[in-house]
DNA sequence: TGCCTTCTGTACGCTATCGAACACAATTTC
DNA sequence: GAAATTGTGTTCGATAGCGTACAGAAGGCA
């Protein structure tokens, strides 16, 4: 399983044309994430020097298990997975980021390296930055780290409802949350996947996946082709789902509000976003933002 | 289930007495939280006048399920647990924390609450700090936050290990490793709890529980009491347990290496910790202590 | 065009755990 | 000391998903 390889450093995108993205659909601008598209124009633009463009290609691991980290992803396209595997080759999914979130935050913690490895389930772009990097971006507390904090919660939620449905949620349930994590994570309703793929995610035998899919086939949830699954009802889908999915969704949202217009498909970069304002968030310092409620004391029922 | 009651307060130390913790082996003293035994001995003193004891009541909830935090607690006794319920009321542990860790990290990442409660299941006590001071003590980036991020870490990587837990481990294995991470965090062998309260956490059934806890028992690895386990052979108990366990150790001991003199037993406060240097591990400043490997780019494999 | 690889579909016995139901033992309460 | 409550032990059928094995279909490549 050295499965590491070299990254994939495809190609630099030369700055200056960050700004100008909306010209260039074929290459997205660094505001694609939301994470970064959450930050204060300045700063953003203070980052993007320090900022690589690099391809996600589905299968290649972004970080090593127990590796050092060397680079923070911000996922622009595409979907990447946290992913434990167990001894035995068995593996398990604890978290799916896309340009929700970012990929890496143990740089951020001062871990460096986890135990789960984290690779990429579906194509797509991102743009990442180096630890040292970070590092000093970090030093100058930019509201950068109030909003990786937020996010990380987001992770722990998310990684959190893998648990519990890892335990109580039938296959085709998790099935069902799976589409939908990455529809909300992907510009178009066909996912470019095999079930082999799906079921290593799941922690269940491609058997498993197939059959499930079938059930949700035959429902007319989706339809399933060769290497792919195109989704056909999403409210659909959404019923059958555990509650894991709207969890976690609303987690996301509780932290992150959406920076609604940096949505799936199109996208235009820097624009203030409505609904969540960094110098809000970072009230106070760039932790803890909202210091409110906390002098009322007393018994919580 | 308005679980929430209302906080058991119970009674403020006079601080000065936290030096001469010593000469009072019924009251511990901060230091016996790992986390704070970490910090240089100036930050901790700083830290407590903010710090107010309380008993940690088996079965009372810390923090409820979507609720603010007001508190950030650090046991220093007793054992607390993560737990998320379903909306159908099946439950899973998603973290275990004891002295070696913190309960409701939420506040530091900014989020303030989170889906799962967090609820005491052995007795014990803790120290805790109340919001509005933990944002005041972190403007001063006191290593503190260090601490707290990397432990954060630990915390992810607990709760991910039981999604993999939960998908792949029998009941019996799983019941091996939540009595050494119990014992981890306990000064004795025997636990105090029901086989129904393990039952909840594992999320399975209580006759689940039984019939592993005889398998065990018959092997000799543990005795069975009514309300309480004892743990006879914990060797035996680690060969049984799957490799969550020590995952999860490891982690934590590559994160936060054991500031030694703190272990389960008898404990002398702020003597240097001497693994674990907070001038050290936060380095540049409170964020990603190291910097190290970051110039050696080129593959990983 | 035909071969080979990859991906999906189907079948069947096996096992761990569940759900439900009940017996009994220990502790607390009156 | 009796009654009620709480905790543990035992049984038995049901079932979701596993392990294994194999068939067929789609697409790549020579």
Redesign the pocket.
Known sequence: MSANASFQTAFTVPLASAKTDRALPSMPAPAQNRLLAALPRGNLARLLPVLERVQLLPGRIIHAAGEQARHLYFPVAGIVSRVYETEGGESSELSLVGNEGAVGVSLLLGGFSTPSQALVVCAGDAYRIRAASLTEELDHFSPLLAILLRYTQVMIAQTGQMAVCNRY????QQLCRWLLSCLDRSSSNVLTI???AIARML??????V?????TL?RAGLIH?????MTILDRVGLEAEACECYGVVKREYQRLLPPASAVGGAGVQGSRDPPDLRAEEVHARHALCGRTGTTSQQAAVA
């Open positions: 949620h039938s296959a085709e095999t079930q082999e922690g269940v035998r491609r058997e498993t197939t059959v499930a899919a079938q086939q399933i082709g060769r290497g792919h």
